[in-house]
């Protein structure tokens, strides 16, 4: 094991909150909305479903590899060889989300705040600061979402502000396409909440691992929860026009306006998104380099976090042309790619482990 560090199962779930949320919160609602209409508040909880499927797999197979993370007993159960193309698969996979995560983040500062800075810098100064924290391992990344996680939910909570302008009219009429346009709705946030599944990374760290699967459905509900209540805030406030917006979210906090004197609050929504994306990034980046050092053979991670930091930042300046073509990934391909890797194969692993085991018992 790479990892020598030690968290607590709360830790985890702090960890896990802003990992899965970070990118969703801003991006869902639209895409939901475009399929659900005046439903798409309902598509977060479907996230339920399949996030709880995520953490029941990876508290499974940490149960049966103990002190081992995906990477590792992947080689356990599928062999050296097609292991190896496994660990190898999922370094890629973490290493493109990695930058395009870090792109999406680039792309929303510079877009609407930082109009003059050069994306490069954005991006070149978010993954120095992940560096600091990868180098310093699962303990530091746990510490830094402690303090940023507040600062990461703190800003949902003035949303309440906007209750004398919402419209209850706009929830209605329920379900009148029926329940098909929600669960096309929910592809995406289904999708997301099966990144816990990141959380396989993180539990062999554990000090406490028998409270892991606790922990990990309180922050389960805590994002389903925020999902719910973000898109029926956004529903309540723009209604129908919701889809058509490219950061709903965004537009929200412009409308926020309290005793003439509390206004003008994008800039707590910046703070959200830079807390936030700093730990997906961060998480990301960690899971990278435990893959490629595991791939490489090394004794420890440290000595390529740097190397991996400047692939991420080239991938995320080269692997996505441009923010339209952003937006397509993140609607179509992204959704595909997170339930292949986080659900399907992690789905495969437990069968062939099961399966395994139940030949070696029919042995005489």
Same mark, same amino acid.
């Given at each position: ?7 607590? &199962? ?9 990992? +899965? ?8 609602? !639209? ?11 309902? /598509?977060?909880?479907?996230? *339920?479903?399949?996030?709880?499927? !995520? ?9 049966? $590899? ?35 995560? /870090? %792109? ?20 070149? &100064?978010? #993954? ?47 379900? !009148? ?16 909440? /099966? ?7 993180? *539990?062999?760290?554990?000090? =406490? ?13 805590? @994002? #389903?929860?925020?999902? #719910? ?24 906090? %412009? $409308?926020?306006?309290?005793? =003439? ?12 998104? +830079? ?7 961060? #998480? ?6 435990? &893959? ?7 004794? =420890? $991670?440290?000595? @390529? ?18 923010? @339209? /073509? ?6 179509? +391909?992204?959704?595909? =790619? ?8 992690? @789905?495969?692993?437990? +069968?062939?482990?099961?399966? %395994? ?8």
């Amino acid at each position: 094991m790479l990892e020598k560090g030690k968290i607590s &199962s709360f830790q985890l779930a702090v960890v896990m909150y802003p990992t +899965v949320l970070a990118t969703g919160f801003l991006v869902l609602p !639209s895409i939901s909305a475009q399929y659900a209409k005046n439903d798409f508040w309902m /598509t977060g909880l479907f996230a *339920l479903f399949s996030g709880f499927i !995520s953490v029941c797999l990876a508290v499974k197979l940490h149960q049966l $590899y103990p002190k081992q993370n995906l990477a590792e007993y992947s080689e356990q159960i599928l062999g050296k060889t097609l292991g190896k193309i496994l660990v190898i698969w999922f370094s890629v996979h973490f290493l493109n989300s990695a930058g395009l995560i /870090t %792109r999406q983040y680039a792309e929303f500062v510079s877009g609407n705040f930082l109009f003059k800075t050069p994306i490069l810098v954005i991006i070149s &100064s978010i #993954v120095l600061l992940a560096a600091f924290a990868v180098h310093g391992g699962a303990e530091m990344i746990a510490r830094s979402a402690m303090i940023l996680t507040p600062i990461f939910i703190l800003p949902i909570c003035f949303l309440v502000l906007l209750i004398p302008d919402l419209d209850i009219k706009n929830i209605f009429p329920v379900l !009148s396409h029926g329940i098909s346009p929600v669960i096309k709705g929910s592809i995406g946030p289904q999708a997301w909440a /099966t990144q816990l599944f990141i959380m396989s990374f993180f *539990l062999p760290c554990l000090k =406490d691992p028998q409270k892991g699967k606790k922990w990990a459905f309180v922050s389960l509900g805590a @994002i #389903v929860f925020s999902m #719910v209540f973000i898109n029926f805030i956004i529903l309540l406030l723009l209604g129908p026009d919701s889809g058509n917006k490219t950061y709903p979210v965004l537009t929200a906090f %412009r $409308y926020i306006s309290f005793a =003439d004197f509390f206004e003008n609050l994008e800039a707590l929504l910046l703070a959200m998104w +830079v807390a936030g994306n700093f730990i997906k990034i961060a #998480v990301f980046y960690y899971v990278t380099t435990l &893959s490629i050092g595991l791939c490489l053979n090394l004794t =420890d $991670y440290r000595p @390529i976090v740097f190397p991996v930091g400047l692939l991420i930042i080239a991938l995320s300046l080269w692997g996505i042309p441009n923010f @339209i /073509t952003l937006g397509q990934h993140a609607r179509t +391909v992204a959704p595909i =790619d997170i339930l292949l890797n986080m659900l399907v194969i992690p @789905i495969i692993l437990l +069968v062939v482990t099961g399966f %395994r085991r139940a030949t070696k018992q029919l042995k005489p």
